[in-house]
């Protein structure tokens, strides 16, 4: 090689190393990233991630987690100014109301028609979509009921026996999306007035209120306690992990929530957040949720997991959303009045 062409070369390479951070630079910033509240339990967090990112690699997730009462209330006091380009597995009366607030992008997603009707926004075209539903339900620890004397309980009405005082625990429906769905099934089903007195009666025996909607039934499978009103989805995962429980779904009915998902006007990443809301949706997404919950949008896919196809979908409740949105604050108000003196310290920030 001459010392013109060794020159040529040496000039060549480094002409390309100097361009080379550019073209990193820019190849970074056309990978985009979208940013999604969530109230989705974290170690469920990379299995989502996974499903999404295998038909959009080229669209990385921020994930902001929280129970269903932070997030609800971080979004409604960001408003137009949130970062959020999603939100993501949020009980739908909350959704509603971050829709009431002129918050949300309309949008239907790809597939949507193929959903079950009870997972559909009843406008056209839809401003949020369901993706699976959760249960509420009574986790019943079989071996310390034993050795305490505690019989099996068939209903709610049941959990007011004296002999459970000071062994129950229950989620803050403030703080917890579960919480709610139990204290609105209640009062949807019973009345007002027999709910209240139903919930009076409950309280006498619930021993603390948690900020968490699988932590009474994770108490309860650990033995801290011996009933958790939590949900199903967790029960079920617990026992299939060979905690000693039982998964009860009172006879007079249970409450659930819709969790959803819904595009922000304000999100940054518009085509993104479609191509996540697609995602959400879609059959692939749908077998994921089937390993994880037992009330999914796709009615063709129900009933294909071990350990969770048997939950009776009939003792749902008819839920209205729209009620349960509209009177949240009253609800949760009289609730903390009355109930609240038992709820454990929130964690500090």
């Known amino acids: 090689m001459s010392k013109e062409q060794t020159g040529i070369s040496a000039a060549l390479v480094a002409g390309l190393l100097a361009i080379a951070p550019a073209l990193s630079t820019t190849a970074a910033q056309a990978a985009e990233t979208i940013t999604v509240y969530t109230t989705v339990a974290p170690e469920q967090l990379p299995i989502y991630e996974r499903s999404f990112r295998a ?154 209120y948690t900020h968490s909607g699988s932590k009474p039934c994770i108490q309860a499978a650990s033995g801290e306690f011996p009933v958790g009103i939590s949900f199903s989805s967790e029960a079920l995962q617990l026992k299939k992990r060979g905690a000693p429980i039982e998964v009860v779904m009172p006879t007079e009915g249970v409450g659930w929530a819709l ?50 196809r048997d939950v009776p979908e009939k003792l749902m409740i008819n839920n209205d959303f729209r009620w349960a949105a509209e009177h949240r604050d009253v609800v949760l108000k009289q609730w903390q009045d009355r109930f609240g003196v038992k709820s454990e310290p929130k964690p500090k920030p």
């Open 55 to 208: 038909s959009n690699p080229d669209i990385s997730i921020k994930w902001v987690r929280d129970s269903t009462g932070v997030i609800a209330a971080k979004l409604l006091a960001e408003g137009a100014n949130t970062s959020a380009d999603i939100v993501f597995s949020l009980a739908s009366e909350n959704v509603i109301q971050l829709d009431k607030a002129g918050l949300l992008q309309p949008y239907e997603p790809a597939d949507y028609q193929g959903l079950d009707p009870k997972f559909k926004d009843n406008q056209s075209p839809p401003h949020w979509s369901g993706v699976f539903a959760y249960m509420a339900a009574i986790c019943f620890n079989t071996m310390e009921a034993e050795k305490a004397g505690l019989p099996l309980p068939k209903s709610w009405e049941d959990l007011l026996d004296p002999r459970f005082k000071g062994k129950i625990v229950m989620p803050n429906p403030s703080s917890s999306g579960t919480g709610y769905i139990s204290v609105s099934g209640w009062l949807q089903t019973l009345g007002e007035e027999k709910a209240w007195t139903f919930m009076t009666g409950l309280h006498d025996n619930v021993a603390m």
């Open 259 to 308: 969790s959803s998902a819904a595009i922000f006007k304000s999100s940054k990443q518009p085509e993104a957040a479609k191509k996540f809301m697609d995602w959400a949706v879609s059959v692939e997404a749908n077998k994921v949720y089937a390993g994880l919950w037992e009330v999914i949008g796709r009615p063709e896919l129900k009933g294909t997991v071990e350990g969770l």
